[in-house]
């Protein structure tokens, strides 16, 4: 259970303070499928960084189980996120020094994966191993950053938009494709996403305006990949 309670986060200082989080509280289950949903500038991707320990808060507590990662050293919550943590972003954050099988091998090697080439396989990089970042397109750099996440068998997924730079089958596929491995392997995700038809594909709903929770609920039944609208 990831238990967040009543955590600010604010940037800038004096009288160009702008306080992005104004006191949110939210429980996420373990092995839930949750979507952070808002407009640009709603504050979900803050959400998205203080929950997942890439930054910390001004106030208020993060809960993994009964261990406050607010609470932890630098040191410590670097740890904790590479024991732990997965992450997708809009950017994509590759080595551009290192090969598609490289950049995904080193997200497998953290959780000693030998099996990661049939993820790389499955996001449709098979032909693209031996290649560079700077020689992709942006849709397969991003597939990569999938693959490297998921190589690493995280407990809990984070996601910031991620088929933003996807067309619409390739969207599809990879968002398949997490699903079927987070039912079974049972991790917890966490999806900041405007795409309200991506947020059907949720089990929790989690809608954020101006730095505060307007609404959380349940979908009753969770659409497919291929079922929702684009």
Known sequence: ??????????????????????????????GDFTVILGASGSGKSTFLNVVSGLERPDSGSVLYGTSDITKLSDEELTQFRKDNIGFIFQQYYLLPNMTVEKNVRMGADLA???????IITAVGLEDKQKKYPSELSG???????????????PKVLFLDEPTGALDEQTGRHVLDYICKLHKEYAFTI????????IAQMANTVVKINSGKISEAFTNEKQKTAYEIGW
């Open 139 to 153: 849709g397969e750099q991003q597939r990569v950053s999938v693959a490297r996440a998921l190589a690493k068998k």
């Open 112 to 118: 000693d994966n030998r099996e990661y080439a049939e």
């Open 1 to 30: 259970m990831i238990t967040v309670s009543d955590i600010t986060k604010s940037y800038g200082t004096g009288g160009n303070r702008n306080q992005v989080l104004k006191g949110i509280s939210l429980q996420i289950a373990d």
């Open 190 to 197: 966490v999806m900041v996403t405007h795409n309200q038809n």
